[in-house]
Nanobody, 122 residues
Framework: QVQLVESGGGLVQAGGSLRLSCAAS????????MGWFRQAPGKEREFVAG????????QYADSMKARFTISRDNAKNMVYLHMNNLKPEDTAVYYC???????????????WGQGTQVTVSS
């Protein structure tokens, strides 16, 4: 099992940037594919980005591909989401997630963090 704790959320103006971090503990971090999801008020949780165990493979939601970058540091048990040119519609709770299967990381991973709030003001 893996425990996930997100950080780095906050209030930012439109056009700004944020880097979200996710610290993982528990079983060996490098055995997990990692991902980020988000949930805006009144909306369903949606996939944002995923990264393979090695970090060599990534996948993004089409609407965020140009502005967001996912990365990981297996030596530090960390995964990151770099978000640029933020828009008010990016306002949501962002969740870190983990799964041993990469196909699951874009759907409904087994393990979730508690989430971190990102608010983008216009």
């Amino acid at each position: 099992q893996v425990q996930l704790v997100e950080s780095g959320g906050g209030l930012v103006q439109a056009g700004g940037s944020l880097r979200l971090s996710c610290a993982a503990s528990g079983r060996t971090f490098s055995t997990y594919n990692m991902g980020w999801f988000r949930q805006a008020p009144g909306k369903e949780r949606e996939f944002v980005a995923g990264i393979s165990r090695s970090g060599l493979g990534t996948q993004y939601a089409d609407s965020m591909k140009a502005r967001f970058t996912i990365s990981r540091d297996n030596a530090k048990n960390m995964v990151y989401l770099h978000m640029n040119n933020l828009k008010p519609e990016d306002t949501a709770v962002y969740y870190c997630a983990a799964d041993t299967e990469f196909t699951a990381i874009t759907r409904w991973p087994d393990y979730w963090g508690q989430g971190t709030q990102v608010t983008v003001s216009s």
